[in-house]
């Protein structure tokens, strides 16, 4: 089963925003054995988009189109694909007035073009939005499934929970595999890659590599059918084969494991004086983040990149400091239950651009931190 995920809009085709609900959707229909063979994005342009809908209904069993739902001039997907299963438009009048009640919830001036988003082909079932004003549609047509979805984000994957992976599930018979992931450091893709495929002989597992910086992710397509067979057979083998240089597992970011783990011990403080800030970086995005809770908030002024200054009576101290070539650095973590120290290597052969050497430092001297943390 092979699916489209096509953007319409000139922002996304001039660059002015980067086509994200490709690479979301991909992730998303992976799990129900539905391979994301092709990623198209047409202007707002009439003809251009029918000839892609063409271009994606003759190759694909699934198509996923985002975007042009919205109430202005340029929002015009639902004619072009109405123009396209050669149906009309129909004017659905509890849409419009369960529209009219959420502007006016919102204090928004309702005008005629909101009218707009109350039109949808004759043959479509309306998927609700949650979240939002523009509901988006379903449509089967000569065996493929195309699924129409708004361009923001939150209100995409609202729909998306609510409609698309139900339907997607149905359609598919349930998830059929799960993908398990390990982001690693200090190896090249091409050696981790060998060494994948080496440990994986003979199992007949799909993996896939891609380069991150400063990970390069191995990925293992498992079947949920065998899953616990094959986790025991192969997939503990690989894990071992990869610990040296895996940094975390699956979808877990070993910047957010460091900070929970520092809760209890709060405030937090940095003390870098080899990563130039990435560090201190990497951890106040996570701090700032509004879903990341409202106590890691509390640490925003406490986490600071800070060169050489000991913070010796502070809760929780964490510093890297130089080691005695570029590619050496120690880490040292106290609390008030933990004094450590390692000094660490970057043992890479290959050449390594600062930035991405700082990277690296960060990603190894976190890890060290959650292993002393999670030592009980």
């Keep these: 089963?092979?699916?489209?995920?096509?953007?319409?809009?000139?922002?996304?085709?001039?660059?002015?925003?980067?086509?994200?609900?490709?690479?979301?959707?991909?992730?998303?229909?992976?799990?129900?054995?539905?391979?994301?063979?092709?990623?198209?994005?047409?202007?707002?342009?009439?003809?251009?988009?029918?000839?892609?809908?063409?271009?994606?209904?003759?190759?694909?069993?699934?198509?996923?189109?985002?975007?042009?739902?919205?109430?202005?001039?340029?929002?015009?997907t639902r004619n072009v694909i109405a123009d396209w299963l050669d149906c009309e438009l129909e004017f659905h009048d509890?849409?419009?007035?369960?529209?009219?009640?959420?502007?006016?919830?919102?204090?928004?001036?309702?005008?005629?073009?909101?009218?707009?988003?109350?039109?949808?082909?004759?043959?479509?079932?309306?998927?609700?939005?949650s979240v939002g004003t523009a509901?988006?549609?379903?449509?089967?047509?000569?065996?493929?499934?195309?699924?129409?979805?708004?361009?923001?984000?939150?209100?995409?994957?609202?729909?998306?929970?609510?409609?698309?992976?139900p339907k997607l599930s149905a359609l598919t018979n349930g998830k059929k595999f799960i993908v398990k992931k390990w982001r690693c450091v200090g190896m090249p893709e091409s050696e981790l890659a060998d060494l994948t495929e080496n440990v994986l002989e003979g199992s007949e597992l799909l993996t896939g590599?891609?380069?991150?910086?400063?990970?390069?992710?191995?990925?293992?397509?498992?079947?949920?059918?065998?899953?616990?067979?094959?986790?025991?057979?192969?997939?503990?083998?690989?894990?071992?084969t990869l610990s040296t240089w895996t940094i975390s597992r699956d979808e877990e970011d070993i910047a957010k494991t460091f900070l929970n783990l520092t809760l209890k011990h709060a405030p937090l403080t940095l003390i870098d004086d080899v990563t130039q800030g990435l560090a201190s970086e990497r951890l106040m995005l996570l701090v700032r983040e509004d879903n990341f809770g409202f106590e890691m908030k509390s640490l925003s002024s406490t986490v600071s990149?800070?060169?050489?200054?000991?913070?010796?009576?502070?809760?929780?101290t964490l510093k890297i400091s130089a080691g005695d070539d570029a590619r050496?650095?120690?880490?040292?973590?106290k609390t008030p239950h933990l004094n450590q120290s390692a000094y660490l290597k970057f043992e890479s052969k290959t050449k390594?651009?600062?930035?991405?050497?700082?990277?690296?430092?960060?990603?190894?001297s976190l890890k060290q931190a959650v292993q002393w943390l999670s030592t009980k």
């Excluded at 198209?40 to 003759?58: F, G, K, M, Q, R």
């Excluded at 990925?219 to 192969?234: H, N, Q, R, Y």
Aim: hydrophobic share 35%.
């Design 209 to 240: 590599y891609r380069l991150d910086s400063p990970y390069v992710e191995v990925k293992v397509w498992v079947p949920l059918s065998t899953k616990a067979d094959i986790e025991k057979k192969w997939l503990e083998k690989l894990d071992k």
């Design 94 to 129: 509890e849409i419009w007035t369960e529209l009219q009640l959420r502007l006016s919830e919102r204090n928004v001036n309702i005008s005629p073009s909101h009218k707009n988003q109350c039109y949808f082909p004759e043959r479509a079932k309306i998927l609700h939005n």
């Design 352 to 364: 390594t651009n600062p930035d991405r050497l700082g990277r690296v430092k960060t990603e190894l």
């Design 328 to 333: 050496s650095w120690s880490v040292e973590l």
């Design 1 to 76: 089963m092979n699916a489209a995920i096509l953007a319409i809009g000139t922002e996304v085709t001039s660059g002015q925003i980067k086509n994200s609900h490709a690479s979301w959707i991909s992730t998303q229909i992976d799990d129900f054995g539905v391979i994301p063979s092709h990623h198209v994005a047409v202007p707002d342009d009439h003809e251009l988009i029918l000839e892609s809908l063409d271009y994606v209904t003759n190759n694909c069993e699934f198509i996923f189109v985002t975007g042009g739902l919205g109430p202005t001039r340029d929002d015009f």
């Design 305 to 316: 990149d800070l060169k050489g200054i000991s913070f010796d009576g502070h809760a929780c």
């Design 135 to 165: 509901h988006g549609f379903y449509v089967e047509s000569s065996g493929r499934h195309i699924w129409v979805l708004p361009g923001p984000v939150a209100e995409l994957r609202a729909i998306w929970k609510d409609h698309v992976a």
